[in-house]
């Protein structure tokens, strides 16, 4: 009941009704939920074709494809979903496992008859995703994750930025913390932060009901992408604090367990990485899903990330 009066609340919030249209130019996107053996799991979806399935990161909710939704819906069947306890799912009593996320969604994929799956998933999304498609390679075509944890040591300043973004938010308020995280850690283009983003971000952190930080920071990413059979691309964002230390090591590591060149470093691009350069990400996602086949990866010189 509680899923129920949140899913509910969501939809009013933002102007939505269950399985209403979205109103968004040159594609319906629609609104919905599907009952589950644990609660009411929500979901935006759009288009046809093979379907692109979305998992959002922590502290997160299909919002964290706001920017990409639209434009994949109009070349291809595209669903972003709100994990159990995010944003206007059920909340599960507790802070689920990855293991446990993975089984939900795999009774998603399974409810849903979806099949030939081109599965994305962003920071803690990426670990959820990756465990998918290693265990339900008959619903998974192919696996793209986008600024994953666990794939190799964090500097210092990335290390302290949790604490000190948090000990902002305490003294000078949660939308100033809000703020923070998304001039820190979130974006490299600070244009795209006005005060719509800066609400809308609050809202989703709101509707957050249990951190993973712990198990994004558990997690064996490494190994687990090398258990992976299905083709692989990985995105990382040369600006993204968590990465930006070492971004020839990620993708040196990376390759080196799936055994070809995954890994694209994307310029002028932080951690939420499909936000901040929805363009460069919508095109080179559907040219991967499109074509089926591994894209060659580009890094740009360090050197070079500022004047480019």
């Known amino acids: 009941m509680e899923g129920d009066r949140r899913a509910r609340g969501c939809k009013a919030r933002l102007g939505w009704q269950a399985s209403s249209d979205i109103q968004v130019p040159g ?3 629609l609104h919905d939920f599907v009952e589950l053996n644990g609660g009411r799991l929500c979901f935006v979806r759009g288009g046809l074709g ?34 159990p306890g995010f944003g206007c799912s059920y909340d599960p009593g507790r802070c689920l496992t990855v293991d446990e996320q993975c089984a939900v969604m795999g009774e998603f994929l399974d409810q849903q008859g979806l099949s030939r799956v ?28 986008v ?26 308020g949660f939308r100033a913390g809000v703020e923070g995280v998304l001039r820190e850690l979130m974006l490299c283009n600070h244009a795209l932060i006005d005060s719509a983003l800066i609400d809308k971000a609050a809202e989703t952190i709101s509707q957050t009901r249990y951190v993973t930080r712990g198990l994004s920071q558990g997690s064996q990413m490494l190994a687990m992408l090398e258990r992976v059979s299905q083709d692989i691309r990985v995105f990382i964002g040369a600006e993204d604090p968590f990465h930006s230390n070492d971004l020839e090591g990620r993708k040196a590591g990376i390759n080196g367990r799936v055994g070809y060149d995954a890994v694209c470093i994307v310029p002028r691009a932080a951690h939420w990485l ?10 080179a996602l559907l040219d991967f899903h499109t074509k089926g086949e591994r894209l060659q990866a580009t890094l740009v010189p360090i050197e070079r990330r500022v004047e480019e």
């Open 50 to 83: 093979r379907p692109i399935v979305l998992i959002h990161g922590g502290h997160g909710g299909w919002a964290h494809w706001a920017r990409n939704v639209e434009p994949l819906s109009k070349a291809a069947k595209v669903i972003a979903v709100d994990l």
């Open 274 to 283: 499909q936000y901040d350069r929805a363009d460069f990400f919508n095109e």
């Open 147 to 172: 600024n994953p944890p666990g794939v190799g040591p964090r500097s210092e300043y990335a290390l302290a930025l949790p604490a000190r973004l948090s000990a902002l938010s305490k003294t000078a």
């Open 118 to 145: 081109t599965l994305v998933g962003f920071s803690f999304g990426a670990v959820v995703a990756a465990a998918l498609a290693r265990t339900r390679a008959d619903r998974v075509a192919s696996l793209v994750v």
């Open 27 to 29: 594609v319906q996107l």
